[in-house]
C-alpha cells in the first residue's frame, strides 16, 4: 500500500490513463482547431469533439446535439442559471434553489438578485433533502427556474430529482440540476429525471480538470439560453471560445468509461464505504453520519466525530487525504454551511470527516484509514475538556460558555 | 496548511495533558472558548500555597493544532511562575515561539485567555476560603 492515501475523490479524481491515452494524440499531431471547416487539421479535431460529444450523451441519455462543452461546472452552472434568468425574464423573475448547493450555484443566484431576480433558498431536512411539499409551496407564476444538485459533494445526499422533475414540468417551470457529483457514478437518465439542464465536470469523473458540459434540452421544450461568453458562436451560440479538443476527448473517454464500468464500481465502493461506517462504529462512540445514509452516493460517507476538532483530526492522519467541515480548514473560517444546514448543530460540523472514495480506493486503504483514525480520535479525545465534561455528565448545551 | 515545527511538536507531544481537582482551593481552572466556535480550552494552574508560585499546570483542548500547541506550550510556561508572573504572559508571545500564521492567533488570544480565566478563579477560592469579600481582588497574598 503506497501512502499518503487518497480519499478525497469529491474534490477531484485522478485522470484514468485510458482517459489520458485518448487524450495524448490531441495534443500534438491532431492538434487542429475544431472549428477550422477547410483543411483535414480541422476536420480531424470536430470529428474528435462530436465523438465525445455522443460519448457523454450516451451516459445520460440525452441526445449529442443537446451537450455543449464548457470549462467545468462553475461554467455550466452559471450558463445554466445565468443564461435562463436573461433569456426568460419577460416570462418571470424567480428562481427556486436550496441552501446546501455549490456556491457555484448560491453565488450565482445571489449575484442574480442584486438584478432583481427574486430566489428563494428552499431549506434541507435533517436528512439532507428538500422537502417537495415546501418546493411546491414555494413555486408562483413568476417561478422561470428551480435548480436543485443532485448529490451533494460533502455530504453526498441524493435530492428526490424524478419527483423534482416532474414537478417542474406539470408547472411549466425550467429544471437544472448540478450533477457533477453523481453523473458517471449513478444512473442518471434526463428522459427519467424530466431534466432541461444538467451540468457535469470532467475533473470528478477521472478525466481531466479544467472542462466540462452543460446539457441543454432541446425538444419538449427547447430551453434557450443568453449566452454568457461572447465570441465566435462555438457550441450552437451558447458558448463563444475555442474548443479545448483535448479536453473534450478526455471528458468523452471518461463518460464512456463511467458508463461501462459504474455498476461495478458503485458495488465495490458501496461495500467499501460500509465496510469503513461499520467498522468506525464498532470502534468509536458518539460519531454520527451526517445526512441521509439511504439517499446516498454510494461512496461517500460524512461523519462527526464528537468532541474532536476537525482540523487536529486531520493532522493526526497526514499521510490520509480527506475533508473536513470544520471552519479552521476552510477559506472563509465559517463552518460547513451544509452540515450547519442539517440543524446538526455548528459543534458536530467543527467535527466532521468528509470521505470520498473512488476507482483506486483498496479495501487495505479502508481498514488503514480506520485504524488511524481510531487511533487519533481516542487520543485527542483524551485531551478533550468536552468529552471529558460529558464522561462527567455535564450537558454541554446548557453550558455557559465563555465567548469572544 | 503547513504547521510549524513546533506546532507539529505540541501536537504530537502534547506537554501536561490532563486534569487537576477543581475543588482543590490551591487549584485554578480556566475555560473558555465555545464547541460552536471550534475551539474550547481547560486550562488548570496550582499554586504551591507557601511560595505563591504555580508549581504544576495542566489542559485539555477541544481545537485546532494550533489551539492545542497553544496551550500546551502555555502550560509549560506557568509552571515556576509566580501568579502575576503568569498574568504577564501575553498572546504574541505565544504566536512568536509556535511561528503562527495570521489565521491562527485567535488560538493565542484563547491560550491567554484561558491562563487570565484560571488565575482569577483561583484568586476568587483563595478569597473565599480567606473570608475576603469577591470584589478585593489584591487582597489576596501573592509572592
Redo the contacts between chains.
Keep these: 500500500m503506497k501512502l499518503p492515501i487518497y480519499m478525497d475523490y469529491h474534490a477531484t479524481t485522478p485522470v484514468d490513463p485510458r482517459v489520458l491515452e485518448a487524450m495524448m494524440p490531441y495534443f500534438t499531431g491532431k492538434f487542429g482547431n475544431a472549428a477550422s471547416r477547410n483543411h483535414p487539421f480541422g476536420w480531424e479535431a470536430e470529428e474528435a469533439v462530436e465523438i465525445a460529444r455522443k460519448q457523454v450523451a450516451d451516459l445520460i441519455g440525452a441526445n449529442a446535439k443537446e451537450l455543449i462543452f464548457t470549462s467545468g461546472a462553475t461554467e455550466s452552472n452559471n450558463l445554466a442559471i445565468k443564461g435562463v434568468a436573461e433569456m426568460y425574464r419577460e416570462k418571470g423573475n424567480h428562481v427556486i434553489t436550496c441552501v446546501t448547493e455549490h456556491k457555484a450555484v448560491v453565488d450565482t443566484c445571489k449575484k442574480l438578485e442584486k438584478q432583481g431576480l427574486r430566489v428563494t433558498y428552499l431549506p434541507v431536512q435533517k436528512d439532507g433533502r428538500i422537502s417537495l411539499d415546501e418546493l411546491r409551496a414555494s413555486i408562483t407564476d413568476k417561478t422561470i427556474l428551480i435548480t436543485i444538485m443532485t448529490a451533494n459533494n460533502e455530504i453526498g445526499v441524493i435530492q428526490p430529482i424524478a419527483e423534482i422533475g416532474a414537478i417542474a414540468k406539470e408547472k411549466g417551470i425550467l429544471f437544472h440540476t448540478d450533477a457533477v457529483q453523481a453523473v458517471g457514478k449513478v444512473p442518471f437518465d434526463v428522459t427519467a429525471l424530466k431534466t432541461d439542464l444538467v451540468s457535469i465536470s470532467a475533473h470528478k469523473i477521472y478525466g481531466p480538470k479544467g472542462v466540462g458540459a452543460l446539457y441543454v434540452r432541446r425538444r419538449n421544450p427547447r430551453v434557450l439560453l443568453a449566452e454568457q461568453i461572447s465570441g465566435g458562436g462555438h457550441e450552437r451560440g451558447m458558448r463563444s471560445g475555442t474548443l479545448n479538443v483535448t479536453g473534450i476527448v478526455g471528458l468523452g473517454k471518461a463518460a464512456e468509461l463511467c458508463r461501462l464500468e459504474m455498476q461495478k464500481d458503485a458495488e465495490r465502493l458501496g461495500k467499501l464505504r460500509d465496510r469503513l461506517n461499520e467498522e468506525l462504529h464498532k470502534n468509536l462512540d458518539e460519531i454520527y453520519i451526517n445526512g441521509s445514509m439511504e439517499h446516498r452516493l454510494p461512496h461517500n460517507l460524512n461523519i462527526s466525530f464528537a ?6 483530526l486531520l ?2 492522519i497526514n499521510d490520509v487525504a480527506v475533508s473536513s467541515g ?3 480548514t476552510s477559506a472563509s ?1 465559517e ?1 460547513s454551511y451544509v452540515l450547519k444546514a442539517l440543524g446538526a ?3 458536530l460540523a ?1 467535527s466532521s470527516i468528509r470521505f470520498g472514495l473512488g476507482r483506486w480506493t483498496t479495501e487495505e486503504e479502508v481498514d488503514y484509514v480506520v485504524d488511524k483514525l481510531t487511533k487519533v480520535v481516542q487520543r485527542l479525545r ?7 465534561m460529558v464522561k462527567e455528565g455535564v450537558d ?1 448545551s446548557k453550558m455557559q ?4 | 496548511m503547513a504547521y510549524s515545527n513546533k506546532v507539529v511538536d505540541h501536537y504530537e507531544n502534547p506537554r501536561n495533558v490532563g486534569s487537576l481537582p477543581k475543588d482543590d482551593v490551591n487549584v485554578g481552572t480556566g475555560l473558555v472558548g465555545a464547541p460552536e466556535c471550534g475551539d474550547v480550552m481547560k486550562l488548570q494552574v496550582k499554586v504551591n500555597p507557601d511560595t505563591g508560585i504555580i508549581d504544576d499546570a495542566k489542559f485539555k483542548t477541544f481545537g485546532c493544532g494550533s489551539a492545542i500547541a497553544s496551550s500546551s506550550l502555555a502550560t509549560e510556561w506557568l509552571k515556576g511562575k509566580t501568579v502575576d508572573q503568569a498574568l504577564a504572559i501575553k498572546n504574541t508571545e505565544i504566536v512568536a515561539e509556535l511561528s503562527l500564521p495570521p489565521v491562527k492567533i485567535h488560538c493565542s488570544v484563547l491560550a491567554e485567555d484561558a491562563i487570565k480565566a484560571a488565575i482569577a478563579d483561583y484568586k476568587k477560592k483563595q478569597d473565599e476560603a480567606n473570608g475576603v469579600k469577591p470584589a478585593a481582588e489584591h487582597a489576596l497574598p501573592s509572592a
Design positions: 468532541y474532536v476538532e476537525g482540523e487536529s493532522m493526526g470544520s471552519a479552521c473560517l463552518p448543530g455548528d459543534d467543527h483524551e485531551m478533550s475538556p468536552l468529552y471529558e454541554l460558555w465563555v465567548t469572544h
